[in-house]
């Protein structure tokens, strides 16, 4: 089985940041994957923006590098990539000033001939967004079915983002802005809806009268890795709470939209998250927990603590966070999701966890050994999988002995087959302009409005993060917060 690619119509993408990691890990290695997949007209061109005065054939030189590094060698196709070198071009620029954009301009009208569909990606820092999208239309660029993509993180805090939406929806109509999530653009969040809502089999369980509650875990086993500038102004509840975890939590609860057509999805998250039940200083204690790893070891490797990869003695800053969140409706009332976030923990993984009530009654005998409730399992990464937890018997005579087990769909053993991964999908969704999977101006702004008064209560109780080893899931207030409540975290739980 394989999946069905249908190629995009010709466009120009601009990539402003097109020298730094993002680039050069993420989009331009899954561009190649499309260019593999003939996904990539011919006459589709990409040209990098950076403030290096570094010259086509080295551009491209990097490139190449980064593509062999970041692409398994088996996959590597020396003809495509060739011809997905020869569409690359470079321009150094002042995205704040003057110099540069007529050689952009310039290069944009190549042969006297422009693709109508211009894709401006800003993976620089959001102070720029503004700046950039002002020179876009001083310098004319912007054509009618231009589109420009915002990373994150849409400012550090409501009044900050605000202003860049502002900035930037000045100059471009809210329908052209794509406020890129890549958690959004994973196969198994996109089955989530599947499942969800092309199948008889959960939706009416789906509920408070079944669901005893959900875990949300985005784990990670890195430490900094080269962001300690960005991440020490930031945190998790900035760097991952905000968008990631509010997002998978949206898609969760939200209710069956009319169609799947970009409005009626997002208007339907953004119920969810006007639905969250504020968590403010007298709530904080109980409901929040923020941590910051020590020295410890990942993956039988010994590793630094934060303040030793800061080279400082001390930092307020949390790299791991934990939030008991209420969605204040009649589907989800009294349904806690618990969300958790951190750096250096034990591995990587990310995945929605619903946990089913239990059985109201056991016509089995203690010998049959305990039931367990059921339990929905969507991972993610790093093995993006399907699990569905359920009782079944063993095997063979003996009795009634019963034992819990997870169906599994895992997508590499089920298709058997390269998928597209996030980055690559969604870039392929801008060019065709479709805004499902990406944020808009609301749901941004909303986001920031819940977590604001959790980052305020933090800041009035001035208590230092929890600290926790590296290689860990967490301090151990994150268990006693779960377990206040009569459960456990789902890798305790198996």
Known sequence: MSARLIPVDPFDLVVFGGTGDLAMRKLLPGLYHRDCDDQLAPETRIVAVSRSEIGRKAYIDEVEAAVRR?????????????????????????A??????????SL?????????IRVFYLATMPSLFGPIAE?????????PESRVVLEKPIGRDLASARAINDAVGAVFEEEQIFRIDHYLGKETVQNLLALRFANALFEPLWNSGHIDHVQITVAESLGLEGRAGYYDTSGALRDMVQNHLLQLLCLVAMEPPFTFDADAVRDEKLKILKALKPIGAPEAASHTVR??????AVGGQPVRGYLAELDRSFSPTETFVVLKAEVQNWRWAGVPFYLRTGKRMMERQSEIVIHFKPVPHSIFGAASGKLVANRLVVRLQPDEAVRFFLMTKDPGPGGMRLRNVPLNLSFADAFNVRYPDAYERLLMDVVRGNATLFMRKDEVEAAWMWIEPILAAWEARAEAPKPYTAGSWGPSAAIALIERDNRNWHEDAE
């Open 135 to 143: 020179n876009l239309a001083t310098h004319e660029l912007i054509t």
């Open 70 to 94: 970041h692409t398994p060698e088996v996959q590597i196709q020396n003809g495509v990539l060739e011809r997905f070198l020869r569409r690359l071009d470079h321009v150094a620029l002042d």
């Open 291 to 296: 941590g910051q790893y020590q020295a410890g």
């Open 108 to 116: 944009l009208q190549r042969n006297g001939k422009a693709n109508p």
């Open 96 to 105: 704040t000033g003057t110099a540069g954009w007529k050689r952009l301009a």
